[in-house]
Structures are given as C-alpha cells and as structure tokens.
C-alpha cells in the first residue's frame, strides 16, 4: 500500500508562485511513474505534468509548459511541482497519483485509470 500526501498549496495571485510537494510513504517512491493531475470548480479532473521513475523525462499539459516544472528526489520519496507566472485558470484541487510503470507519451500518462494511488489533494488558488 502506498499512501501519497500533498502539501504547499495556498492562495496566491495572478503572476505569483507555489512549489507543491507530494510525499510518498509504505512504497519506495521510485517504483513509481508519478504524476500531478488538478481539478477546476465544476470541471473534471485533469492532468498537469507526469515524470518517470528515475527523473529522466517529464510530460506537461500544454497548457502549463513553460510555466510549471515537475521533479523529483527518489532519496526523499517526494515529488514537487514548482509553478510559476500562476494564473486564475490554474486554480483547482492539486492531486498527485502514482502509476506502477513508466508511459511513453503525454496521452498515455493522462489517462487517470493508470494510476493506482492518489493524494487527498491541496488547494491552489489564485487571485486576478
């Protein structure tokens, strides 16, 4: 059993910065590709950013690349998220999953059936 915890987010506003962190526990975490998924007010959950199990390639939404960066220190079992030049649609519940395995491609690591844990989330909100 994996238990995944997120923390970090907060209120901030528009062009302003959050680092989020999800700390991974009952599992090491680099058996896992990871993952940050967010979910907007009346709107579906949705992927932000994947990275794979040694850190080496990372996949982004593109409505986040160039702003969000994801990363990880397996010697920590923690993964983060830094997001910078927020803007009012970033708002959401911050979600981080972890899947059994590495994917090859964006679509792939944005389907939700393919992660078998998930965080509680942390609220991140930003303000115009």
């Known amino acids: 059993q994996v238990q995944l915890v997120e923390s970090g987010g907060g209120l901030v506003q528009a062009g302003g910065s959050l680092r989020l962190s999800c700390a991974t526990s009952?599992?090491?975490?680099?058996?896992?590709?990871m993952a940050w998924f967010r979910r907007a007010p009346e709107k579906d959950r949705e992927f932000v950013a994947a990275?794979?199990?040694?850190?080496?390639?990372?996949y982004y939404a593109d409505s986040v690349k160039g702003r969000f960066t994801i990363s990880r220190d397996n010697s920590k079992n923690t993964m983060y998220l830094q997001m910078n030049s927020l803007k009012p649609e970033d708002t959401g519940v911050y979600y981080c999953?972890?899947?059994?395995?590495?994917?090859?491609?964006?679509?792939?690591?944005?389907?939700?059936?393919?992660?078998?844990?998930w965080g509680q989330g942390t609220q991140v909100t930003v303000s115009s």
């Open positions: 990275i794979t199990r040694s850190g080496g390639l990372t």
């Open positions: 999953a972890a899947a059994p395995t590495d994917y090859s491609a964006t679509r792939y690591w944005g389907l939700r059936s393919r992660y078998d844990y």
């Open positions: 009952g599992r090491t975490s680099s058996d896992y590709g």
